[in-house]
């Protein structure tokens, strides 16, 4: 079975920065992608970025370009999530999750079936 276990939220002051890690397992192919998304009080799920492990592509929303980085190591089966200059718009339950195949809107978490437990980010102003 495909497992996704995500870790690395916290508290952080405003403009602090905080990396996100989901390690991933049961996969029997390379065709997948890992995306995160995050969910705040009240608000839907939403795309935040997302690497292709066929391609190496990588996808951002256009709320954390430039302040968030997805990186992926292979050998270890974990996606990261490196966040920068954090905003108090940022807080949010953080999941990752996985997508089988090539995806035509990797950041739309209807595209994805497998998902891992949330980890909160808190921004504080």
């Known amino acids: 079975d495909v497992q996704l276990q995500a870790s690395g939220g916290g508290l952080v002051q405003a403009g602090g920065s905080l990396r996100l890690s989901c390690a991933a397992s049961?996969?029997?192919?390379?065709?997948?992608?890992i995306g995160w998304f995050r969910q705040a009080p009240g608000k839907e799920r939403e795309g935040v970025s997302c690497i292709s492990r066929i391609d190496g592509n990588t996808y951002y929303a256009d709320s954390v370009k430039g302040r968030f980085t997805i990186s992926s190591d292979n050998a270890k089966n974990t996606v990261y999530l490196q966040m920068n200059s954090l905003k108090p718009e940022d807080t949010a339950v953080y999941y990752c999750?996985?997508?089988?195949?090539?995806?035509?809107?990797?950041?739309?978490?209807?595209?994805?079936?497998?998902w891992g437990q949330g980890t909160q980010v808190t921004v504080s102003s």
């Open positions: 049961g996969f029997t192919f390379d065709d997948y992608a």
């Open positions: 999750a996985a997508t089988i195949g090539v995806r035509s809107r990797y950041l739309s978490p209807l595209e994805y079936a497998y």
